[in-house]
């Protein structure tokens, strides 16, 4: 069969016509990620005219490879389970840039062997196509493999069904205090950290039970999530409120719910609480509470309600950029390396992936754009303070609250007494690693972080004028 034969001979030799067509493969997809690198065949997969093996593929039941008619770029035509037809072009260099064969990729350290601008004009010589992945052998007699699992990932939804991993946010209201995530600390750390991280990500906070009260415990605990980041403040935090630093969180006074760090280029990731004790003034009435109740809204779900009820004004706290400062303590004057808005999105998922408030932290907002915004914060501001957004609860000695300051706002009550706190700021990046590696296999872990691209369009393509991004297209 002649499909057959392409499949085996150099490219350089095909006629026009020969070129376009294509050398079905059945492939069942058992290759895992993108470090599937099975020892190359010499034999091309077999294919069956009738069909009669479709079946085993799931849930793409044929690719179909060919060339392209000037011979420089390798195409991938792939039919799914429902009969739609999907094609995709990819250029040498990029096929060529990333094999992951262990002469081209350290097996230890995943980092590449060889210099990408060193290989000049690649093209291929000889293509077969496997079960599992597409064997390229190039002009300069380097043998790549690249897993169909992989490749699938570049087709239209392809990320999403082979390497997406995350779990999907779940928002909140007071409610989540009928059954708040929780972990209990006596089971060890190990043993609960795939369940702590993952409620983190999914609920943006999860209280850990049970923890011994002391600074030392809870400092050693949170160092299994990821490094303590040091700030002006230091790392490690252990306080009461006699206003050693200059911040309001140093004293005894309510504080509306807020992120912290909002100063920083880049926020804290996680911030971590446990009130190691509070004791009660001498003269306090003990029919009367100590306050210093702790309070959590999501930001994500604050959001989103704001999205709901007045469009708008979420476009306007989306896209005015605005200063934050940290001033109060003598030889510190901090700002980010740029202006941010109160609520950031990302531009290729077009979600909320950062929430950045604190009206006492915040500089001043652009004249031409203050009318507008003091109305959009002011309802921000409404939402967040409803009885509805708040989940309020009571912490005490053995109990850890570790949130998403990305995310979630934190605040409290006014408290009579003493009331000693300790703590600390986690990088969120650090955190991210931790809930992947514990919750997933490392090498599907390794696959989404390499492969990210390939969840969204190319943004440089998006820049383009339409007339030079057709042409660009594959």
């Excluded at 760090?261 to 100590?290: I, K, M, R, V, W």
Aim: neutral net charge; charged residues 25%.
């Amino acid at each position: 069969m002649l499909l057959s034969r392409l499949a085996r001979r150099p490219l350089s030799g095909l006629s026009s016509r020969q070129a376009t067509l294509a050398a079905r493969c059945i492939q069942r997809h058992t290759a895992v990620g993108f470090n599937s690198a099975a020892p190359p065949s010499t034999t091309p997969t077999r294919w069956s005219s009738s069909g009669s093996e479709i079946e085993r593929a799931s849930p793409v039941k044929v690719e179909t490879v060919s060339v392209g008619e000037d011979d420089s770029r390798i195409r991938i035509e792939r039919t799914k389970a429902d009969q739609t037809t999907e094609r995709r072009t990819f250029n040498n260099l990029w096929l060529r840039d990333n094999c992951q064969c262990s002469a081209c990729v350290n097996p230890d350290t995943r980092q590449r062997n060889f210099d990408t601008f060193e290989l000049g004009d690649v093209q291929p010589k000889e293509f077969f196509n496997h079960e599992t992945h597409l064997e390229v052998l190039w002009n300069d007699n380097h043998r790549s493999i690249h897993p169909w699992k992989w490749l699938n990932c570049w087709f239209p939804r392809g990320f999403s069904e082979e390497l997406r991993i995350d779990e999907p946010y779940k928002t909140w209201s007071k409610t989540i205090a009928e059954n708040p995530p929780k972990v209990d600390y006596r089971l060890g750390a190990e043993q609960i950290m795939a369940d702590l991280t993952k409620n983190i990500w999914v609920h943006g906070f999860c209280l850990v039970e049970n923890a011994e009260p002391t600074p030392e415990a809870t400092k050693a605990f949170l160092e299994k999530i990821g490094p303590i980041r040091n700030t002006h403040y230091g790392g490690f935090y252990d306080f009461v409120p006699d206003l050693a630093l200059a911040d309001t969180a140093y004293t005894n006074i309510a504080l509306p719910a807020h992120t912290d760090t909002t100063y920083f280029t880049e926020p804290a990731g996680l911030q971590a609480f446990h009130c190691l004790e509070h004791e009660a003034p001498s003269d306090h009435n003990p029919d009367e509470p100590l306050g210093g109740e702790s309070l959590l809204v999501d930001g994500f779900q604050a959001a989103r309600t704001l999205k709901r009820e007045s469009p708008g004004l979420f476009d306007v706290l989306r896209e005015a950029k605005i200063p934050w400062h940290a001033s109060g303590n003598k030889g510190i004057a901090i700002t980010p390396n740029r202006t941010y808005p109160v609520i950031e999105v990302d531009r290729e998922s077009n979600k909320v992936y950062r929430i950045r408030w604190n009206n006492d932290d915040r500089g001043v907002v652009h004249l031409f754009d203050s009318k507008r915004w003091y109305e959009a914060a002011r309802k921000w501001n409404e939402i967040i303070r409803r009885e509805s957004s708040q989940y309020w609860f009571k912490l005490t000695p053995g109990t850890i609250v570790i949130f998403d300051n990305w995310r979630v706002m934190h605040g409290r009550s006014a408290f009579k007494g003493n009331r000693r706190m300790c703590g600390a700021y986690i990088p969120r990046d650090d955190f991210v690693s931790r809930y992947r590696e514990t919750n997933f296999e490392h090498d599907r872990v390794i696959a989404q972080n390499l492969n990210q691209c390939a969840s969204h369009g190319s943004s440089v393509l998006r820049r383009m004028p339409p007339s030079l991004r057709r042409k660009a297209i594959p």
